[in-house]
């Protein structure tokens, strides 16, 4: 059995986390920590998991001291505060999957510039390996540090890296439209996420300011080769959970959209956890699951392909991206644990 | 290997046991039959089965050929159209679970009275067993025929049983005000279920004369011995799934909330998917689960108890439910491919 | 024109208040007062008033200050809070309308024992009317003091007054089992309230322990003539607004639906605002207005009829009826300034 | 008083023009035809209208009958079945409304090529206006037929206009990313319309095929003088009513956000109807009311606009645009009759 730890497992991702960690074969979980809610039992805070799991949160101090023992360590806090802990476990020699932001950007100063904090282990920006599994898989397989993925730039870079690496980008700014559920803005109170509020109510947010933007142009460019210009924007629309990504690229040539479907279904031809489609995809298509859904259009009237790409946020988005990491990592199936059909409705 | 197939797989409860079934490790899924989408592939009707789930849907007909090739078969059509397929199933010595209301109960009379239809397999109703595991464990061991219980049913009897049994309620109408996500009304199109008209609304409907109700003072009737009286009215609230009873009965002597909870703690100590909570249930928390959550409350002043149970639906409702039977009549682990915590959020 | 102010002009009902006031053809509001966010513009605080209410919110105190120069003010505060402001006003012989539950219970020991508070100002009990126009009316003309009904008790007052005027009921308890929307709870920060732990979840809450009981009871037991036993429970479903009542009253003598019918329609014959109905209610038919639909049912098998009462809760169940009591007392035009039909969908 | 006669008036959009033509003051209705529900009581078939609107629904064939005795004329029928309809009335002297998009583009070749049909009346394109006040409210005044602008184009002219007027987009294609409630698709019956199937789900449709795209592009062009390319995609969120339209502009020059804000409030600063925010708009603050809200951004590193523009889609994309579009005509005031601020929540 893999022992494992979850700091920060409160939260939202991190609740998603326990739900599919629990039920995975092959998995022991040692430990849930969580600040907020040290001392109460896990069932009093999702009561779902009543006379299920009803340990005791402990704390993140004492989460980190417990690290040693484990085989891997999720760590589910937010940005900046996920730095140090991850140092720790790395030293300890230690797996890690972090879910925050802190190791995926490649260039400390970068991460300064949109995070506004200094990175105090930029050393280790060279080890993580930024988890897109389908990818990145082979460095992910001899990994000690995971950058787990946003959930925009999952969807984002899904979507657009075969258009790019085959060359049919136009140096033009690439624009992502993304529509979010609102658990991806997490469990803390404030009256924007109230339900009278936010229900029947659609909203744009951080417009062209988005910290998810050099994360998707990082690996857009890297993985491409080309340097990918892209102008983001993240809305929040009233539901629980799931992402759509509307991405419009210029073509530098005209093309038909059967083309692009073939490329695009060639591209992702081996992998299980992204389908190509015919039609159009929605986001409870894929609720509640690992996979992803693209479906695409080309515009000759304007040059541009829409390609259009679904996920669950908290899943492929977060929680079940990791857990797929980690059985990569760990040369276990890849799908294990993960591998149901998205539960509708 | 369990070979099942299932007829009417194309509905919500047919789509989520297609969904328990494929994942279950003792189960293989033979066909999949619809009269409505005949011949269409189950990922064109449900895309959330896009390359996983491909197989065609064959006709109701062509799915009574094969029944005797099963070792179980899963009915869920509408009532009426279930007592011949169940007859012919039965006949071939297949185990059959159908989750239509045609063999729940066990009086033709009352059947003819309240469904508006001639039984045709009267001869059948006592052969039936009523698919409600925690009361009804032994018979269904033995079973050849399943009654699966109705989605409301499920949720009152098991909050209204233990008070019952005690022999605790007095001879006055037992009121049982449900409130049901919409998934419950059926995937077939009439505008009252368009988004737009169901959002942002709560209704009642069918008041004093849900077909339910002569369902649930059956088994109230038989289980504690006592002649039911109920009074029963459904809402649909703007939900997909998820269903609350509120159960209210008057005592026949004065108690305290704290000795009626010990009570219900006691009475299913041993059951694994039903929970006496502390606090009141919230549909929430058992949300795409077995589990059947219940909380309660005494008033000195009205002499009442207030029973409130919740339950998923679709799951606990119906699918999962079935599985939970199939699982007993088999002799297999009784939560086999059901044992997951609730998904949340 | 009659100049009003609005005490704790931001909260939900006081949004609502200010919504209907502005367009009120005789009214001029004259402050707009809020402790938590004085100072601020009111479209600050509600984007909707952009450019139309920019005005700032003064505080509490010093809106007090204000008060004698008002033909009428209400008051939108939390209850306690509203007993001496209501006081100050009255002795300044200013008319109030108090949204609050401080002058709904005629006897300070009974609002004692509910709201665990001492009331200081049981003198004004006597002297302030229960405002519910269709029954009330007479009364409200001559008040200086109005007791706005709770959302709840409007509903269910309405529904259950005429079976229990026409001596129908039998001395048993009569269960009220109401649905309302989340904008009922206020724009209070708490988790259970995020739209990701609302949405998709139904709850019951303050089972048997509910303040709105005893006020039930007094209205139910006054007007009838009768002593009146209620259980009632609260629900939360997921929408913004509505409110749907299902009452249970055990009758003494066996009657038909039809002449039950005759009855509600005869005894609100009278009665623009609140339309008895063939069918059963919804709350999106009255959703934005002060409309109050009413259908019902007998049942025969339990001697029972069930009444269902539709209300908007934050129109008939608080801002829109304070503007009919205030029309009344003002003698103006009754339906003046909420004379719309309900917005759809 | 006006005599108004609505033809189609039992779509959402018809519904909602039954509900502000019913409380404006100067305003008779006629009659209210519908050829599905032909000689039905409009409140058999929208229940809110109870005792307020019992009249029943003529058929359309005897609405145009009655047309001659109107002032005014609504036509809300699906595109195609307008045209005859227009014509008519338009002969007997009667000034029309026309919500389709028959009277909506110029050119009777790009009808066909987009709508897929013949235009019957091409020589009224030319007479007929199209009615967005704020751009056109000089030739409105004058018109004897108004082409009641589409949704979408609605929120995205308003939105990208003054940009363009301002000479300041590179000839690039501009992005729009639209994002509807789903009242937007009508009240036909189809399963992905279901609150079951919709609620939870995020879409785009009609990926660069979406019929509004030519009323976008003709109406930008023209009003700017350049010649504008624009690739459209709508989305359907889970929500009754709202949209917004994400803009994305490549500009030809450097400029700051300050800058283009001041630009954009001068541009309205005599436009009751459009309000521009410091901050981002959200479809919740403009719900239930005629008001559009425009919020923007610049993104320097990209040298894109990103503007984001509200409106209730069945308000100012549909029935208060018609009102406001009758009121000019009339020389009634323009506020008249839709001079409410939103209704939140």
Redesign the interface.
């Known amino acids: 059995m893999v022992n494992v730890g979850i700091i920060g497992s409160t939260g ?1 991702a991190g ?1 998603q986390l326990v ?1 599919l960690l ?2 995975h074969p092959h998995v022991n979980i040692d430990f849930l920590s969580s600040n907020s809610y040290e001392g109460l039992k896990y069932s009093d805070i ?8 009803d340990e005791k949160c402990i704390s993140n101090e004492a989460a980190i001291e417990k690290t040693p023992d484990l085989d891997v360590l999720f760590c589910a806090m937010p940005h900046g505060k996920s730095m140090d802990v991850v140092k720790k476990a790395f030293e300890s020699g230690v797996k890690v999957i972090d879910l925050s932001a802190d190791f995926r950007l490649k260039d400390a100063q970068v991460y300064k510039q949109w995070y506004e904090l200094d990175h105090t282990c930029a050393d280790l920006l060279g080890t993580a390996v930024y988890g897109l599994p389908e990818l990145h898989r082979a460095s992910i397989k001899d990994a000690q540090i995971i950058a787990n993925p946003g959930c925009y730039p999952t969807s984002a870079i899904l979507g657009i890296v075969p258009i790019l690496k085959a060359g049919l980008a136009e140096s ?2 690439i ?1 992502i ?1 993304s ?1 979010s ?3 991806g803005a997490g ?1 803390g ?3 924007s ?13 951080k ?3 988005h910290r998810h933007t050099p994360e998707i142009e990082q690996e857009l460019s890297s993985l491409s080769g080309c340097d990918a ?3 983001f ?1 993240p ?1 929040i ?6 992402m ?1 990504s ?1 991405c ?1 690229v ?1 073509l530098n040539k005209d093309v038909d959209r059967e083309h692009l479907l073939s490329m695009y279904k060639d591209f992702y031809k081996d992998e299980y956890f992204v ?1 190509v ?1 015919d ?11 690992n996979f992803c ?1 693209i479906g ?4 000759n ?4 392909a ?1 390609i ?1 790409s679904a996920i669950d946020n908290l899943m492929r988005g977060a929680a079940s991206q990791a857990v797929q990491n980690m059985n990569i990592m760990l040369d276990i199936d890849e799908k294990c644990g993960i ?7």
Chains 1, 2, 3, 4 share one sequence.
């Open positions: 939202y609740q739900w629990l039920n999702y009561v779902s998991y009543s006379q299920i799991l033009y700014p624009v439209d529509k559920g609102i658990s469990r109170c404030d009256i996420k109230l339900y009278a509020e936010a229900n029947e109510s659609t909203r744009a947010y417009v062209a300011s210009n892209v102008i924007t809305h629309v009233p539901m629980n959970r799931g759509l509307t419009y210029k389908k489609l039609s159009l995809p929605e986001t409870k298509w894929v609720r509640g699951s859904h695409l259009s080309y515009d009237r304007t040059g541009m829409v259009v591998d149901f059909a998205p539960m509708f409705p």
